[in-house]
């Protein structure tokens, strides 16, 4: 069927009256600034701690708009007898942002977690040159950099929090001031105290510790050899207790004969 005369040119003027109709919609940048997403690649921030000069990000950049100097240093052994090591310290990291077409191969590569995508996109220059942004300028860039969601509610903490947070720490003690030695009283109080001995509570030792008896004294609860016990008889005396063979017993009684009297009678 052959297309009406006329019909594209309809079809054109009703999408024209139907956008007329609409109302229209303006932001009013640079007032009010957009709700970007949190993944939106504006600038590149670098994160200077974590770069170790592996130089991976300038090799696979496409367009070489990376630029990075350093040298060498000696760190002595940490253990006497250990052996020196050697470590790239970063001289210079610089970005080309007008060569740079943002295709993020460099932070996709970077193995130490150096280099974060920067939302920030207000970085227009008048001169070309100044398009370059050498390390301080990336730095400053770092701390606009979102924090990055977590998989979910018991995730670890993100890397590179982490080790902001342990950079930060160290540089604060660092800088703290030495602790104060305790005040001229304070020892003095201390020195005055006797010292107690370890294991020995305050009771035992304010209780008197018995008398220990000589060496050749006997013991206070056991007789002496030649001594007899004050409940025993010695040897010789009889006992109270027991008639002597002489004294008639208590218990016989004096009209029964005894055993052998009765054939005399």
């Not at 007898?81 to 932070?107: K, W």
């Not at 920030?120 to 400053?140: N, V």
């Not at 001995?197 to 000589?214: A, E, F, I, N, V």
Request: aromatic content about 6%; hydrophobic content about 25%.
């Amino acid at each position: 069927m052959a297309p009406i005369p006329g019909s594209g040119l309809a079809k054109g003027l009703a999408v024209t009256l139907r956008t007329m109709t609409k109302k229209s919609v303006t932001a009013q940048y640079p007032d009010v600034q957009p709700d970007l997403p949190p993944r939106s690649r504006g600038v590149i921030g670098l994160f200077e701690e974590n770069c170790t000069v592996c130089m991976l990000c300038a090799r696979e950049c496409p367009d070489w708009c990376i630029y990075i100097d350093s040298h060498k240093e000696t760190v002595p052994a940490a253990t006497p007898g250990g052996r020196e090591r050697s470590r790239n310290v970063l001289d210079r990291f610089a970005i080309d942002f007008s060569l740079c077409m943002y295709c993020g191969i460099c932070i996709e590569v970077c193995p130490f977690d150096a280099l974060f995508w920067s939302p920030e996109f207000e970085y227009a220059e008048t001169d070309i040159r100044e398009l370059t942004h050498e390390r301080d300028k990336l730095r400053e860039w770092m701390w606009t950099v979102p924090a990055p969601p977590a998989l979910d509610p018991g995730a670890e903490e993100p890397k590179e929090l982490a080790t902001a947070r342990k950079t930060a720490d160290k540089l604060a003690a660092q800088q703290a001031p030495p602790a104060t030695e305790p005040h001229a009283d304070e020892q003095a109080r201390a020195a005055e105290q006797p010292t107690r001995p370890q294991g020995d509570s305050k009771q035992q030792t304010d209780q008197p510790k018995p008398d220990r008896p000589k060496p050749g004294d006997s013991a206070p609860g056991r007789p002496k050899p030649g001594d007899s016990t004050p409940g025993q008889p010695k040897p010789g005396d009889s006992t109270p207790d027991q008639p002597s063979p002489d004294q008639p017993s208590p218990d016989t009684k004096p009209d029964q004969p005894k055993p052998g009297q009765e054939g005399s009678e």
